[in-house]
């Protein structure tokens, strides 16, 4: 079977306790983009209905960005197909590995080597001891740390951290992956080298979900596009169609 993923009737609500403070409430509700619904037994308890009736499939090919003002729902749909987050209703069925790559410095030890952080990294992105090793001088190589590799982290410029978590997240081969905004590729001189293998790496994806504000990253990546208004599917299809449909929102 090929791969696919496809969501249907997904719900979710998250809880908001002693809510009564109009501050707390007023957060969730600007994080989630959600509507706010009241516990008619517990005074104390709101919830906010952070997604809302959400149904669609991706299969073998598809790339989707979800578009969406802040608080729209974006970020939160992601966490749902990751697993963090649990839904109220409905169902997810997936045929293939997800992997999330919301931050590709997440699990960097600045104590640790760069070579330890190969390792360390690796294994928080999903990547088996065996896909490190041999992978391991393939990143080296690619990051362009030469000696550094055996310093600690602590003593990299920021560009030098960057063309280390850049290797190795694109050493990743990932069935379905998820995405909250691009994958930078540091300095200028680095990101020149870097465009083809990050073309190629996505090229290598078998589906693509990613949040981002970036309509031209929309168009360079996506054969279709998902628009989100408070946790529910405005419109959801061909990507210059959706991509009208959020301007024309924002204009009127």
């Known amino acids: 079977m090929n791969t696919f993923i496809e969501l249907k009737k997904i719900n979710l609500d998250i809880p908001v306790y002693d809510a009564r403070r109009s501050f707390r409430i007023s957060t969730f509700q600007y994080l989630t983009g959600g509507q706010i619904m009241q516990n008619k037994t517990n005074n104390k308890l709101t919830s906010i209905r952070a997604l809302d009736n959400i149904s669609f499939r991706l299969e073998k090919g598809d790339r989707l960005g979800l578009i969406g003002h802040n608080g729209s729902g974006k970020t939160t749909l992601l ?80 560009g030098m951290q960057v063309r280390l978590s850049f290797a190795i997240a694109t050493a990743l081969k990932p069935e379905i992956l998820l995405l909250d905004e691009g994958i930078g590729a540091g300095d200028a001189q680095f990101a020149e080298k870097a465009k083809a293998r990050l073309e190629e790496f996505y090229r290598g994806l078998d589906i693509l979900v990613i949040a981002t504000h970036s309509d031209a990253l929309i168009r360079q990546l996506c054969n279709k596009a998902l628009l989100l208004e408070h946790g529910k599917i405005k419109t959801y299809g061909a990507v210059d169609a959706v991509l009208e449909a959020y301007h024309a929102g924002i204009v009127q």
């Open 79 to 158: 966490r749902v197909l990751a697993g963090t987050y649990k839904p109220l209703a409905g169902t997810i069925q997936c045929k293939g590995k997800i992997t999330p790559l919301f931050n590709i410095a997440v699990g960097m030890d600045l104590d640790d080597t760069g070579e330890e952080n190969i390792a360390t990294v690796g294994m928080y992105l999903g990547m088996t001891k065996k896909e490190i090793e041999d992978r391991k001088e393939e990143i080296i190589e690619f990051s362009e740390l030469g000696d550094f590799i055996n310093l600690p982290v602590r003593t990299y410029s920021a």
